[in-house]
């Protein structure tokens, strides 16, 4: 089961930041917090991850709060290109969990023109 | 050049039928994945085999079996195809297992009829 949670859908107007939300409440000390996502009729592709930090990379920016129970994933500027399900996975790199990704709904983002 | 490709892109059959879907990846990486997304969007892990070795199995019927004939392939092999097989099947790959980033291929639409 997923271990999180995330709102079924956001819209954003173009140009603007989007910022998606994913509460990992149950998160333990080992489990990063990944971000995917979809593009319509394509595979994941891969985002961004953290622990603890926020990061930051050519595509968005991941803030986890101190606590690490949630975090948001911020598109500075979103285009009509970033409409897509994203996916906010936790993941224990320790063990066999290490080699799978456990997709829960994700949230489907719409960016209107 | 496609770094994870799937043949074929659609597949339409009978029930009971065998067919199976290729997966090759030209990355060079040792871990390769099979996930499944059905009707409902969610998206589960089937199996990961790395360096051509089974490392995940999970909970899939036997009636489906994955063969790595090298590193760079791993197929997806489907007996006595069901309704319930109906869906979108995805490969991946990392260079390593536990790797951050997976790579996914553009999918494989099955259909069963």
């Known amino acids: 089961d997923a271990k999180t949670t995330q709102p079924p859908s956001m819209d954003c107007a173009e140009g603007r930041a989007a910022n998606l939300p994913c509460n990992h409440s149950?998160?333990?000390?080992?489990?990063?917090v990944y971000w995917y996502r979809q593009i319509h009729s394509q595979g994941p592709q891969y985002i961004i991850h953290?622990?603890?930090n926020n990061e930051t990379n050519e595509m968005a920016s991941l803030i986890i709060t101190e606590d690490r129970k949630s975090s948001t994933l911020i598109l500075p500027h979103a285009t009509l290109r970033d409409t897509a399900v994203y996916y906010c996975?936790?993941?224990?790199?320790?063990?066999?969990?290490?080699?799978?990704?456990?997709f829960g709904k994700g949230t489907k983002l719409s960016v209107i023109p | 050049d496609t770094a994870v490709s799937q043949t074929p892109k659609y597949l339409v059959t009978q029930m009971g039928n065998d067919k199976s879907i290729k997966c090759e990846q030209n990355?060079?990486?040792?871990?390769m994945y099979w996930y499944k997304q059905d009707s409902k969007k969610f998206l589960k892990i089937m199996f990961s085999?790395?360096?051509?070795?089974?490392?995940i199995n999970e909970t899939v019927p036997n009636r489906f079996s994955p063969k790595s004939p090298d590193k760079a392939h791993l197929n997806l092999h489907i007996n006595s195809l069901e309704l319930g097989d109906s869906a979108v099947y995805f490969c991946?790959?990392?260079?390593?297992?536990?790797?951050?980033?997976?790579?996914f291929g553009p999918g494989t639409r099955l259909t069963v009829l």
């Open positions: 990355l060079g990486h040792d871990t």
């Open positions: 996975i936790v993941r224990d790199l320790s063990g066999a969990g290490s080699y799978q990704l456990t």
């Open positions: 085999y790395n360096n051509k070795e089974l490392i």
């Open positions: 991946a790959s990392t260079r390593l297992a536990g790797d951050n980033e997976q790579f």
């Open positions: 149950t998160i333990s000390g080992n489990e990063y």
């Open positions: 953290g622990l603890k």
